[in-house]
Nanobody, 119 residues
Framework: QLQASGGGSVQSGGSLRLSCAAS????????MGWYRQAPGKERELVAA???????NYADSVKGRFTISRENTQNTVSLQMNSLKPEDTAVYYC???????????????WGKGTQVTVSS
């Protein structure tokens, strides 16, 4: 249902862009967001955006990352600037989707994409 792209390796201070597209028999998509999980750590919220465009960021990425979505395309993107080694993690796309045949929306996850930032 969710296909993520982007990621890769970059040096400290560099930029990367992650994109995620939802597919299927979608009625509507509520919140969309990005989470990350570093080795030995729990998965954490990086950024989220509501259907109306209200955003929420982890304190550690404020001012550096920007989340956006295109509702007509069912996509969400994460522009990551001024990357730091501590941003290294597997990044996961998340969306709360109501499918045509469902009574309530459910959370869906994309496969993780690796982001590695070297110093």
């Amino acid at each position: 249902q969710l296909q993520a792209s982007g990621g890769g390796s970059v040096q400290s201070g560099g930029s990367l862009r992650l994109s995620c597209a939802a597919s299927g028999k979608i009625s509507s998509i509520n919140d969309m967001g990005w989470y990350r999980q570093a080795p030995g750590k729990e998965r954490e919220l990086v950024a989220a955006i509501t259907i109306g465009g209200v955003t929420n960021y982890a304190d550690s990425v404020k001012g550096r990352f920007t989340i956006s979505r295109e509702n007509t395309q069912n996509t969400v993107s994460l522009q990551m600037n001024s990357l730091k080694p501590e941003d290294t993690a597997v990044y996961y796309c998340n969306a709360r989707i109501l499918l045509l045949y469902q009574l309530r929306p459910l959370d869906y996850w994309g496969k993780g994409t690796q982001v590695t930032v070297s110093s």
